[in-house]
């Protein structure tokens, strides 16, 4: 299988539930990012890993607990969460070089969240 | 910082109308040019991208050519299908010493009607 795939592609949880979305990448990629989207607000840089660690949180909740075992996978945890986290979280994933680049993201299909 | 601006939508046409999304951006040096693609409940795809002034992006009948003159990346298309509605974001991307960051427009929706 090639490309970023994301599982669950739906999930509904309840405020008090312990989840995990996941994130996997066969392009052989060395950078990969949560990104969550509202409705009617522009895409929202979560976290970003690069080489495996963590480079860039932007503020994000607690509730949201990232994880990136290996440059092919990557988690994001999610715990006692609330109505309005309820979006579609994107995982990309890209290549860094030391050179400017063209390279953009590849992304997954994404999770379509609902908490109730 | 970095920023891109994109028209706000929705952009609504008829089957072979010419589609133009106009895109600027705002950026310290010559970043990569980048349209992206998100179909109805499904993720971002790349459409095309252009990597320096004046090349030009060409994929599924859509073009956009990097304009450093005027700071622009605007998306065209001839002949537009109703297989084209969908959500349209211009986007820019350095490469830095922590990662390849891409900045997003707000998207645009476009609508292509019969």
């Known amino acids: 299988e090639t490309g970023v795939t994301q599982t669950p592609r739906h999930l509904v949880m309840g405020m008090t539930n312990k989840k995990s979305l996941k994130c996997e990448q066969h392009l052989g990629h060395n950078a990969m990012y949560w990104y969550k989207q509202s409705a009617k607000k522009p895409l929202e840089l979560m976290f970003v890993y690069s080489l495996e660690e963590r480079v860039e949180n932007n503020s994000v909740p607690s509730r949201f607990s990232p994880e990136c075992p290996n440059s092919s996978h990557l988690f994001l945890h999610l715990h006692t969460l609330q109505p309005e986290d309820s979006a579609l979280y994107l995982c990309a994933s890209s290549q860094d070089e030391g050179a400017l680049g063209g390279y953009g993201y590849t992304f997954g299909s994404g999770t379509r969240l609902t908490v109730v | 910082g970095n920023s891109v601006t994109q028209m706000e939508g929705p952009v609504t046409l ?80 350095f490469l830095t010493g922590g990662g390849n960051k891409l900045t997003f427009g707000t998207g645009t929706q476009l609508k292509v009607e019969l």
């Open chain 2, 14 to 93: 008829s089957e072979e109308a010419f589609l133009t999304i106009n895109c600027t951006y705002t950026a310290t040096g010559y970043p990569s040019l980048f349209w992206y693609v998100q179909y109805p409940g499904e993720g971002l795809q790349l459409l095309l991208k252009a990597t320096k002034a004046d090349d030009k992006g060409s994929n599924k009948g859509f073009e956009a050519t990097y304009r450093k003159e005027t700071t622009s990346f605007h998306l065209e298309k001839g002949s537009v299908q109703v297989s084209d509605s969908a959500v349209y974001f211009c986007a820019l991307s």
